[in-house]
């Protein structure tokens, strides 16, 4: 299957797994993966983030409920939100969510945002699980007619080693574990160069100390109350 479906499988194969109530997608693009997640029946709340409004429009109507969903009311309840924002921004109604995805979505953030994501998803929202892919540059020189970066939209792309770095540093900054993997598998005798997506799945450590729940009610706080921040 090509890549992005890869991608998307790999997202359904975990909520099939760890069945998480509360799934947000950030730079949720057409809402291709929350129409996906919709049919999984753990899930009571789904939320997706885009910076692009028009983006998020194109194909929403496939979140609308079904004309069998009225016909047949089921016991589950599911609701959808979808929010025009930035991941740089600590949006209240980002917060209570049990799974987090980031699919292709890093690669695009400025500098600055890059800088504000791991306190935006790992210190405020604090998800028990979040799932970060990009794009593996050691794989490019296996893709035909990608000189530099494989969209010209990407920022960077990260080897290995830098991405790793980047989420260890992240992972141990905000209380969680990492696990790495990808999609896309090297052709053989090319093993060497690893997937084509590279995937980090974080999970929160449990217990969290007395100091750092403090701190994370702190920080909710302050966001939800702007007004407060300097008083
Ligand atoms: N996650 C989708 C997927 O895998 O099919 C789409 C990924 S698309 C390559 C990257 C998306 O990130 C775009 O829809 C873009 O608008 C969005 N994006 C870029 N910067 C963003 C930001 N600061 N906050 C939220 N979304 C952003």
Redesign the pocket.
């Known amino acids: 299957p090509p890549l992005?479906k890869q991608?998307?499988q790999f997202v359904k194969d975990l909520v099939g797994k760890y069945k998480p109530k509360k799934v947000a997608?950030?730079?949720?693009?057409?809402c291709?993966?929350l129409w996906m997640l919709k049919f999984y029946n753990c899930i009571e709340v789904l939320a997706g983030?885009?910076?692009?409004a028009s983006?998020?429009k194109e194909k929403m109507h496939r979140l609308y409920p079904l004309p069998a969903d009225y016909l047949q009311p089921s016991e589950r309840s599911l609701t959808v939100t979808l929010h025009h924002?930035?991941?740089?921004?600590e949006d209240p109604c980002m917060l209570g969510f049990d799974l987090v995805?980031?699919?292709?979505?890093i690669?695009?953030?400025?500098e600055s945002?890059l800088e504000k994501f791991p306190e935006v998803v790992f210190g405020f929202m604090a998800p028990t699980m979040v799932v970060i892919?990009t794009p593996n540059s050691e794989f490019n020189p296996l893709l035909p007619g990608v000189t530099v970066f494989r969209?010209q939209?990407h920022k960077f792309e990260w080897d290995r080693a830098q991405f790793q770095s980047w989420a260890l540093d992240a992972a141990k900054r905000y209380g969680y574990s990492v696990e790495f993997t990808g999609v896309g598998n090297p052709p053989t005798g090319m093993e060497d160069v690893g997937f084509c997506t590279q995937i980090a799945v974080f999970v929160k450590k449990y217990p969290q100390t007395m100091f750092c729940m403090f701190l994370h009610v702190v920080k909710v706080f302050r966001a939800v109350y702007p007004s407060l921040k300097d008083e």
């Open positions: 992005y991608r998307y997608d950030l730079g949720c693009a057409d291709t993966l983030l885009d910076i692009c983006v998020m924002g930035s991941v740089a921004h995805t980031c699919i292709e979505l690669e695009h953030l400025e945002e892919s969209h939209d």
